[in-house]
């Protein structure tokens, strides 16, 4: 039951450039979606959110886009540094529930 | 910035013994919340609880699992018999309400080793 994809597994970026992390989902009763961002042996860090009243959200460096009627979204960071080399998962979840559903996680690696 | 923490960090475990894992939330928070992550997979909802009750759980938390909140900063999670398949890496999270746009905030998470 794979209601969020994360299909890429990795992504190699150059320090400076912009990092597109992709997630695609296939519950269209999902209305809250979050960026998280996870270092080995640490627990998941909250990077961004977005509701699904709106189709972008921006915090710094970070921006959430969300393509509804393609069930799509996606974290742009811009531009990208040596520490953002982490695992990044999106996550989504129902305003009737309480759990979060995780993608399976793409490994960024910004290289110097 | 407060944060939630997780005791221990690491447990290993022999098959068929009961394991508690230790979560203090963020203090003014008061939704909580288990997930796991087994070595390569994704995370996974377990259990969520609120006002001392669960208020919702996965097919996962089976009757083997209970969680606890045994005073006014501590949540526990129980395995009472565990096997190699619990073999995971288990984190804590709580949040402050159960609003739709509420952020749920993790803790480093407790390594645990079936063997």
């Known amino acids: 039951d794979q209601q969020v994809k994360q299909n890429s597994p990795s992504l190699s970026v150059q320090e400076g450039r912009i990092s597109i992390l992709n997630c695609d989902y296939t519950?269209?009763?999902?209305?809250?979606f979050l960026w998280y961002k996870k270092y080995p042996a640490e627990g998941p860090t909250f990077l961004i959110s977005?509701?699904?009243?709106?189709d972008k959200n921006e915090d710094g460096r970070f921006t959430v886009f969300l393509n509804k009627s393609a069930k799509h979204l996606s974290l742009h960071i811009v531009p990208s540094q040596p520490g953002d080399s982490a695992v990044y998962f999106c996550?989504?979840?129902?305003?009737?529930?309480?759990?979060?559903?995780f993608g399976t996680g793409t490994r960024l690696k910004v290289l110097a | 910035e407060p944060e939630v923490t997780q005791t221990p960090s690491h447990q290993v475990t022999q098959m068929g013994q009961e394991v508690i894992l230790r979560c203090v939330p963020i203090s003014n928070h008061l939704y909580f919340y288990w997930y796991r992550q087994i070595l390569g997979q994704k995370v996974e909802f377990l259990v969520s609880f609120y006002n001392n009750e669960i208020s919702e759980k996965s097919e996962i938390f089976d009757d083997q699992f209970s969680v606890e909140r045994p005073d006014g900063s501590n949540f526990t999670l129980k395995i009472r018999s565990t096997k190699l398949e619990d073999s995971a890496m288990y984190f804590c999270?709580?949040?402050?309400?159960?609003?739709?746009?509420?952020?749920?905030?993790f803790g480093p998470g407790t390594r645990l080793l079936v063997l």
């Open positions: 996550a989504a979840k129902t305003s009737g529930t309480y759990k979060y559903i």
């Open positions: 519950n269209s009763m999902f209305d809250y």
């Open positions: 999270a709580s949040s402050d309400t159960r609003a739709v746009q509420e952020t749920q905030y």
């Open positions: 977005i509701s699904s009243i709106k």
